[in-house]
C-alpha cells in the first residue's frame, strides 16, 4: 500500500511561515511528479505546487513567490516552505504523487495537514 506521510502543519500569524514535508515510498518517489495541493471546505482540492522527478517546479498563481517547493531524492521527500503566509493560506494541505505506469494514470495522496493562518 502506498504511503504519503506530511507532517508540518499548524498555526502561525500572518506574514510567518511553516515548511511542510511529504515522505514517500522509493518506488513511487523515483517515478513521480510530487505536488502540494489544499482544499478549503465547500471547495474543490486546487494545485499549489508541483516538482517534476526532473525538477521542473510549477506553482499557482496566488503563491508564486512566496511559497517554494523541493525534492529531495535521497530521502524521497518533497518540501514546502511556505513564507509571508495569508489568512486565505488557510486550508488543509494534502501531499500528491503521480504517475503514468503501463499507460495507466496513477495518482496518490497524504492523509492532509492543517494550516490555519490567523491572528
Known amino acids: 500500500q502506498v504511503q504519503l506521510v506530511e507532517s508540518g502543519g499548524g498555526e502561525v500569524q500572518p506574514g510567518g511561515s511553516l515548511r511542510l514535508s511529504c515522505v514517500a515510498s522509493e518506488i513511487v518517489f523515483s517515478r513521480s511528479t510530487m505536488g502540494w495541493y489544499r482544499q478549503t471546505p465547500g471547495n474543490e482540492r486546487e494545485m499549489v505546487a508541483t516538482?517534476?522527478?526532473?525538477?521542473?517546479?510549477n506553482y499557482a498563481g496566488g503563491v508564486q513567490g512566496r511559497f517554494i517547493i523541493d525534492r529531495d531524492n535521497a530521502k524521497n521527500t518533497v518540501n514546502l516552505q511556505m513564507n509571508y503566509l495569508q489568512p486565505e493560506d488557510t486550508a488543509v494541505y494534502y501531499c500528491?504523487?503521480?504517475?503514468?505506469?503501463?499507460?495507466?494514470?496513477?495518482?496518490?495522496w497524504g492523509q492532509g495537514t492543517k494550516v490555519t493562518v490567523s491572528s
Open positions: 516538482v517534476a522527478n526532473n525538477g521542473a517546479t
Open positions: 500528491s504523487a503521480e504517475y503514468d505506469f503501463n499507460w495507466v494514470h496513477q495518482n496518490y
